[in-house]
């Protein structure tokens, strides 16, 4: 694996199994992701930090959980865009939706804990509440064809929205504090 490639969803369910954690992947991804998207620490203590619970543990070095941090972190900083969702890879829709919109609920929470006062532009406020609008989505009836399409805007609208946010509240500061 490459270090901008994330680890399979397999590895990640089995890392988190054995630490006991009670989130699936695409939460656990979508949780650190919203962390770092709002300025948090690229940490490894995160999963305590980022899970609200001091008394969850540190993954251990070059584990999946690791792994998922350090690529999250390269990812989200690729000047090419190369961030992506950790979403099952199912060919179901329905579950494929399903782990999207448990993404978006995950990356709210990870953002609130990091975002603090800082201001977001018009776009990043308008991509935050297209995040929420997917977090509190239901599936209903499902057209698999369709559905796969639209699935597939989706997934893409959401890397970009979370890049725009992470440029918001990441690379915004820092840049500021580079010139003062």
């Known amino acids: 694996m490459s270090e901008t490639e994330l680890p399979a969803w397999a590895d990640v369910a089995t890392a988190a199994d054995r630490l006991e954690l009670a989130s699936t992947p695409a939460e656990l991804h979508g949780a650190?992701?919203?962390?770092?998207?709002?300025?948090?620490?690229?940490?490894?203590?995160?999963i305590a930090t980022v899970m609200a619970d001091p008394?969850?543990?540190?993954?251990a070095?070059?584990?999946?959980?690791?792994?998922l941090r350090t690529t999250s972190a390269k990812q989200l900083g690729d000047a090419d865009f190369g961030f992506e969702l950790l979403l099952p890879d199912d060919d179901d829709v329905q579950v494929r939706a399903?782990?999207?919109?448990?993404?978006?609920?995950?990356?709210?929470?990870?953002?609130?804990?990091?975002v603090g006062?800082?201001?977001?532009s018009e776009d990043g406020q308008e991509a935050l509440g297209d995040l929420a609008n997917l977090a509190a989505a239901r599936i209903e009836e499902v057209d698999p064809e369709q559905d796969e399409e639209s699935l597939t805007e989706i997934e893409e609208y959401l890397r970009m929205a979370v890049l725009l946010l992470h440029a918001d509240c990441a690379l915004g500061p820092r840049s500021r504090q580079r010139l003062h």
């Open 117 to 120: 006062d800082k201001a977001l």
């Open 55 to 59: 008394g969850l543990p540190t993954p």
């Open 61 to 67: 070095p070059g584990d999946a959980l690791d792994q």
């Open 32 to 46: 650190l992701c919203g962390w770092l998207a709002a300025g948090g620490a690229d940490q490894p203590g995160w």
């Open 98 to 114: 399903g782990g999207l919109f448990a993404w978006c609920r995950a990356f709210l929470g990870g953002f609130g804990l990091a």
